[in-house]
């Protein structure tokens, strides 16, 4: 197995763009996640679904993010219009369900966006 | 909602020293504890777990403690080496229809030879 995959694994984009991060969890997943990890802040939930539905988004610091998982193997999270405070790494992680096994949460490698 | 406090912020150690780092959470209805290991410019990765139905877990050179009572739990490393300099993150949540992992801020860990 791959692995948690996440896309692009850097972004560097002017303050105002649309950024888009991409995740695809491990097959037969669950469950997914957004943190965002920052020295002052740590790691931070933003999201998380449960097969494919939103659970809990109020992680999500504005108006201006977004996440969507269309269907169970891709989830997007959005950042329109991107301040230069939204700069962090992001990261994606999957589990498995509850009563199917471990609890543990693979995160993928990461996002690290810088936002000038 | 839970939160989580980490203790301390950072730990600097010799090697073959122990370390201990400790967590505590506020919400009593919280049953299941991981800790996770992240080594610069990589992701966390779990290294120990423990449900609230246990008082301690062991691993090898690792170990978690639980106190239910005063909503604390525990990382024990003994016999450290230089490998294991990394950002050590406790968590909590509720297992059940969801689990979302409540963490804390991170103890850095360095093990100086």
């Known amino acids: 197995d791959a692995g948690v995959i996440q896309s692009p694994r850097h972004e560097v984009t002017e303050m105002g763009q649309e950024v888009t991060l991409r995740c695809k969890p491990i097959?037969?997943?669950?469950?997914l996640f957004w943190y965002r990890q920052t020295m002052m802040r740590g790691l931070e939930l933003l999201i998380y679904f449960n097969n494919n539905v939103p659970i809990d988004d109020s992680g999500m610091p504005e108006d201006r993010f977004s996440a969507k998982m269309p269907n169970a193997s891709f989830s997007t999270l959005k950042i329109q219009p991107s301040e230069p405070r939204d700069s962090a790494v992001y990261f994606c992680?999957?589990?498995?369900?509850?009563?199917?096994?471990?609890?543990?949460?693979?995160f993928g490698p990461g996002t690290r966006l810088t936002v000038t | 909602g839970e939160n989580v406090e980490q203790h301390p912020s950072t730990l600097s150690v010799q090697e073959g020293d122990s370390a201990v780092i400790k967590c505590t959470y506020s919400?009593?209805?919280?049953?299941?504890f991981p800790w996770y290991k992240q080594e610069l410019g990589k992701r966390p990765q779990l290294i120990i777990d423990i449900r609230s139905n246990v008082g301690e877990k062991k691993d090898q050179r690792i170990a978690v403690t639980l106190n239910k009572t005063a909503k604390h739990f525990s990382l024990h490393i003994t016999e450290t080496q230089p490998e294991d300099s990394a950002v050590y993150f406790c968590?909590?949540?509720?297992?059940?229809?969801?689990?979302?992992?409540?963490f804390g801020k991170g103890t850095t860990l360095s093990v100086s030879s």
């Open positions: 968590a909590a949540s509720q297992l059940g229809a969801g689990t979302a992992l409540i």
């Open positions: 097959s037969g997943h669950n469950s």
């Open positions: 992680a999957s589990s498995r369900a509850p009563g199917q096994g471990t609890y543990e949460q693979y």
């Open positions: 919400d009593s209805a919280s049953n299941y």
